[in-house]
């Protein structure tokens, strides 16, 4: 069974997208841990960031006009969305994994999958419902159960915004990887988001979260961030590893200038550290 990861924020800017995209395609590409893995990758930001760091313009937006994208799983018909008024289906079946995930890459026994965004998505996390949204919860909850049999690691990019997507990817996810940059306010941003898990999952299991420092200096410790860790609250979920702050995780986009092809200045430098937040992030969720 696949553990399933969302990794989200409350607080944007974060570097939430160049978190996700870079753990699922490092996870797929090597054996973190000796273990090979099969990988899905799921873009549920209608900002579709991740989306455009993987694939070709041309590639997405003929897999957008056939409908290959997260929208599908939530919606039967977009003919006809309404920016004021949230659209719910009928039925309660999303459809099957297989028609909406595009590989993007392939190995022995693992490769990484995607299933994109679209900035229709918009429609759903600004609509509003007027009857039950139920049938759409339901459709994202057994789209998740397939997946959980399909994949070994399931990693949600979810949007940084309280919403139905919100909701639905922390009902069904096991852990919860929150980015933090550490500067002023990045404690608020980590209060909001316990908050949020806790309140969103009331009655029911919580996923666990493990917060990740993100963009930090490739020398010392930023103070922020030995506040957070000092902070018991906050302390039993942070990661050791940082993702230290390398310019080339910010430059992939149409499937090209990921850090292990990349022959930039840093790069092996960047793709090492990358691996230990992999291999740790591995151990911490049992993936």
């Known amino acids: 069974m696949g553990v399933v990861i969302t990794v989200m924020n409350m607080k944007g800017g974060v570097g939430k997208t160049t978190v996700a995209m870079h753990l699922a395609g490092v996870t797929a590409r090597y054996a973190l841990n000796h273990k090979p893995r099969k990988v899905l990758a799921i873009d549920y930001d209608p900002q579709f960031n991740m989306s455009q760091a993987f694939l070709a313009p041309k590639t997405y937006f003929a897999l957008e006009k056939q409908r290959k994208t997260t929208l599908s799983i939530l919606l039967d018909d977009d003919t006809n969305l309404d920016p004021f008024k949230l659209q719910v289906p009928g039925n309660h079946e999303p459809p099957k994994v297989s028609a909406l995930t595009t590989r993007i890459f392939n190995y022995s026994n693992a490769h990484l999958d995607l299933i994109p965004s679209t900035l229709d998505l918009m429609y759903v996390a600004l609509g509003q419902a007027t009857v039950q949204t139920k049938p759409i919860e339901e459709r994202f909850q057994k789209f998740i159960a397939q997946c959980r049999l399909l994949y070994d690691v399931v990693f949600i ?61 490739r020398v010392g410790v930023a103070p ?64």
């Open 157 to 217: 990019d979810c949007h940084p915004a309280g919403s139905l997507f919100t909701k639905t990817s922390l009902r069904n996810s096991d852990h919860v990887l929150i980015p933090v940059v550490p500067q002023r306010y990045a404690q608020r941003g980590i209060g909001l988001m316990k908050n949020f898990i806790e309140a969103k999952n009331a009655g029911e299991t919580t996923p666990k979260p493990h917060i990740l420092f993100n963009a930090t200096p």
């Open 224 to 287: 922020q961030e030995t506040e957070i860790r000092a902070n018991a609250d906050y302390a039993p979920h942070c990661m050791d590893n940082t993702l230290k702050k390398f310019k080339v995780f910010s430059e992939p986009e149409g499937g090209l200038g990921f850090v292990w092809v990349s022959g930039k200045p840093y790069s092996t430098e960047a793709f090492y550290n990358l691996m230990h937040v992999g291999r740790e992030l591995m151990t911490r969720t049992g993936a």
